[in-house]
């Protein structure tokens, strides 16, 4: 079974049972995360510390994320395979200069 999950920043990831972590995000917001929906950290990320975290739980919590970057984790495999939405690159637009607006 593959498991859709998001690249979390966060300011502090604390184990506070053997069964729960504590996640702090740099806004603030605070959840209680079960283990079993943290799937490590993403080493992609150099600057601050990334967590790979299921997506259907940071949805029923109060975390700030971002859908930019997603991973699909294969428990059985044990693979990680990563996707990035990476918008498509458009070109400029070429038109006549306002000259009521013009400097």
């Not at 693979?79 to 006549?96: A, E, G, L």
Request: hydrophobic content about 35%; glycine content about 4%; overall charge positive.
């Amino acid at each position: 079974m593959k498991n859709k999950c998001y690249s979390v920043r966060l300011k502090s990831l604390v184990l506070i049972t053997d069964k729960a972590y504590k996640a702090e995000g740099f806004d603030g917001s605070e959840a209680i995360l079960p283990i079993s929906q943290v799937f490590g950290r993403d080493l992609e990320v150099k600057k601050t510390k990334a967590y790979w975290i299921s997506a259907w739980i940071l949805e029923k919590k109060n975390l700030q994320y971002s859908t930019k970057k997603i991973g699909w984790f294969d428990k059985a495999k044990g693979i990680m395979r990563i996707y990035r939405n990476i918008p498509p690159k458009k070109q400029p637009i070429m038109s006549t200069i306002n000259k009521d607006l013009e400097r």
